[in-house]
């Protein structure tokens, strides 16, 4: 299950820091985000999620070891 | 503006130091290939953090970044992007690759993959294409160093002189003490550059226009094309979506299997050190953003520098600042620039050595004299980077985009290798020569291309569908062995 959401969120991060996603809802200058213009708070905001994603991911999967559950 | 003697007596003392940090650990180390390339399989989490931080975080960040933010806008914004998915694969590559590693005692990439299939000639293959991939990586270091020179000095050491002091002392302790002693002195200047990233990221908006707000406000107004991705392209037109899409996902397939950095694979000491590096690499990316602030910060800047990737020194250099504080960045840019070449050097030194002599020759050479030949190569690769350096004219950006177009083809050998049990060698190995061959072609004639994408796509394409055609035509020589090999991967 794990993987499964994690591989989606893979996609949906690499669509919204690309085309189309990024040029649909991240590619403006206002509003700007700590007086950065959205079109760089936008990739940023993608870094800071992806961080977060895989520290949930790679503790799940600690988590699932140690139950004794994990396959790989 | 600051005096050129102090801000190169500053910086001549950072090397000082890198140099003897870098030398330290040579003595820890056993005599043998396996510890000058592999360093025993010894490297920690802090180290491992450092050494992959600190190997991408180099010339082409602390220049290029810059430079690129400066001459292109939002176009930057694509190395921020691939850095934040670039090292997922390894999370799942890495520890199948330990595993493997550590079972039949492999320490590069190419011998993994051609001990997979037991055909010596990918290890050729792909030691050439490992070579052709760093030398355009290694000259755009070179020349990030030169410039970094050039400016501080006041045109007093012309960029190809600085680039070649810098890097004598890069093959010093390369060639003094292998990778453990990489490993040190990058937790050292990984921690130097990030201070001094966001150092100067808040200093310089904030010395020139008040604040960092202030200072997009008065780009958006005066010329806001620079803030709206996909940004400019060389010639200053906006650049298309299809190039910058492809730019990103060319160097997040292409990242991960870099051969320096999935050598990591087999010195960390186990796998949970290689996730929870992966799981901590996108912190590296934040330290990305005060260099796009910098880019940002010339943008109205005047006079502007003789070439784009000079602007951060440039803008220093014509700043009341004090000159021990340039010093520091004319070191750190240093430090940027050394701890990827190093890295590098030593990377691709072991692979024509390892990969190219031994395993695909098939030369019988004992283990000191295999250290001694890779020590030889370092100084010939350091050489053919050198000169690419001096007779290159374009942007840092652009060397590392060409650069990725040849390593982005390892990713589906790689993937055969660690996952698809079915996959032949004679398949692996034509689609990886296809593969680099369409690349060439497309890199070459720019023209030629059907839509305008990274040439790496097309390469990509036509490598991932000869690997798979090629695998369903032939048959494996041993499935034993590769039941036997998927088997170790998967098994924690």
């Avoid at chain 2, 493997?100 to 190419?110: D, E, H, I, S, Y």
């Avoid at chain 2, 991705?229 to 991960?256: H, K, Q, R």
């Avoid at chain 2, 050998?413 to 593969?435: F, N, P, Q």
Wanted: with cysteine; hydrophobic share 55%; proline share 5%.
């Amino acid at each position: 299950m794990r993987h499964v959401l994690f591989a989606v969120y893979a996609v949906i991060c690499l669509g919204a820091m690309t085309w189309p996603g990024y040029a649909w809802f991240g590619n403006s200058i206002e509003p700007y985000v700590l007086g950065v213009p959205f079109s760089l708070a936008w990739v940023v905001g993608w870094v800071v999620l992806t961080f977060l994603a895989l520290v949930l991911y790679h503790v799940a999967g600690e988590l699932s070891e140690s139950d004794g559950r994990e396959e790989d | 503006m600051p005096s050129p003697i102090v801000v190169l007596g500053v910086s001549g003392v950072y090397l000082v130091v890198c140099l003897v940090l870098g030398m330290m650990p040579s003595r820890r180390v056993s005599g043998t290939a396996a510890g000058y390339v592999a360093g025993d399989r010894s490297l920690g989490l802090l180290v491992m953090y450092f050494i992959t931080g600190a190997t991408i975080f180099s010339a082409f960040a602390f220049l290029g970044g810059p430079g690129w933010a400066y001459s292109k806008g939002a176009a930057a914004f694509y190395i921020l992007a691939y850095g934040t998915l670039g090292f997922v694969p390894f999370y799942f590559l890495g520890p199948r690759a330990a595993r493997v590693g550590r079972t039949f005692g492999f320490v590069t990439q190419a011998e993994m993959v051609s001990g997979r299939f037991g055909k010596r000639s990918i290890a050729g293959v792909m030691a050439v294409i490992s070579i052709v991939a760093f030398v355009p990586y290694l000259a755009l270091q070179i020349k990030g160093a030169g410039y970094v020179l050039f400016a501080v000095s006041d045109g007093w050491i012309p960029i190809a002189v600085g680039g070649g002091i810098v890097y004598t002392v890069v093959a010093i302790y390369v060639l003094r003490s292998g990778v453990l002693g990489v490993g040190w002195t990058n937790t050292f200047q990984g921690i130097f550059m990030m201070l001094l990233a966001w150092g100067l990221g808040l200093y310089l908006p904030y010395r020139l226009y008040g604040s960092v707000g202030e200072m997009f406000a008065r780009i958006a107004e005066v010329r806001p094309e620079m803030l709206l991705a996909p940004g400019l392209d060389a010639a200053g037109n906006p650049w298309n979506w299809g190039e910058y899409s492809t730019a990103v996902l060319v160097s997040i397939i292409g990242f991960s299997v870099w051969p320096h950095l999935f050598m990591k694979a087999f010195t960390a000491r186990d796998e949970r050190i290689i996730r929870r590096t992966v799981v901590l690499y996108p912190t590296f990316q934040i330290f990305l953003v005060p260099l796009f602030l910098i880019g940002f910060a010339g943008v109205l800047f005047e006079p502007a520098p003789a070439a784009p990737d000079q602007i951060l020194p440039h803008m220093l250099m014509n700043m009341e600042i004090p000159a021990i504080l340039v010093g520091l960045f004319c070191a750190g840019a240093l430090a940027a620039s050394m701890s990827s070449g190093d890295a590098m050097v030593h990377a691709a030194a072991s692979i024509g050595v390892r990969d190219g002599i031994v395993e695909a020759i098939g030369i019988k050479i004992d283990e000191a004299r295999q250290r001694t030949y890779i020590r030889y190569l370092v100084v010939v690769v350091l050489i053919a980077a050198y000169l690419t350096a001096v007779a290159y004219k374009g942007s840092l950006v652009q060397l590392l985009l060409t650069s990725y177009g040849a390593i982005v083809q390892f990713m589906p050998a790689i993937l055969a290798t660690l996952y698809w049990r079915r996959a032949t060698g004679v398949a692996v190995l034509w689609g990886m020569i296809g593969g680099a061959a369409v690349t060439a072609v497309f890199f070459v004639f720019q023209d030629l291309r059907p839509f305008p994408l990274h040439a790496g796509v097309y390469g990509l394409l036509v490598n991932g569908i000869l690997l798979v055609a090629i695998t369903l035509a032939t048959r494996s020589d041993s499935p034993q062995r590769d039941r036997d090999f998927i088997e170790i991967a998967g098994t924690p």
